[in-house]
């Protein structure tokens, strides 16, 4: 079975940092493209960032610069670097991947930022 947990969630200040982590089980990583996605208040879930096999990334506008997807074979995790974060970028925070046909989604991890 596979699975994607993530941790590493929490209340962070305006300008704080925070680096989410998503370990995975029954799938080896570094095969599959992987997501981060986050979902606001009263918004629509939205991707901000990917990491493919070769280790290439994505990122889109709203993170560009400030975040930092990254991965450890070893570990089979995947982690999202935070930096400079703003009050919009308050969400719950998921990793995604699509393995054969099934789309894997981890629990989600809560980032207030709040002063």
């Known amino acids: 079975q596979v699975q994607l947990v993530e941790s590493g969630g929490g209340l962070v200040e305006p300008g704080g940092s925070l680096r989410l982590s998503c370990a995975a089980s029954?799938?080896?990583?570094?095969?599959?493209?992987m997501h981060w996605y986050r979902q606001g208040p009263g918004k629509q879930r939205e991707l901000i960032a990917n990491i493919f096999s070769d280790g290439v990334s994505y990122y889109d506008d709203s993170v560009k610069g400030r975040f930092t997807v990254s991965r450890d074979d070893v570990k089979n995790t995947m982690y999202l670097q935070m930096n400079s974060l703003k009050p919009e970028d308050t969400a719950v925070y998921y990793c995604n991947t699509l393995y054969k046909t099934q789309n894997v989604w981890g629990q989600g991890a809560q980032v207030p930022v709040s002063s």
């Open positions: 029954g799938i080896m990583l570094k095969a599959y493209t």
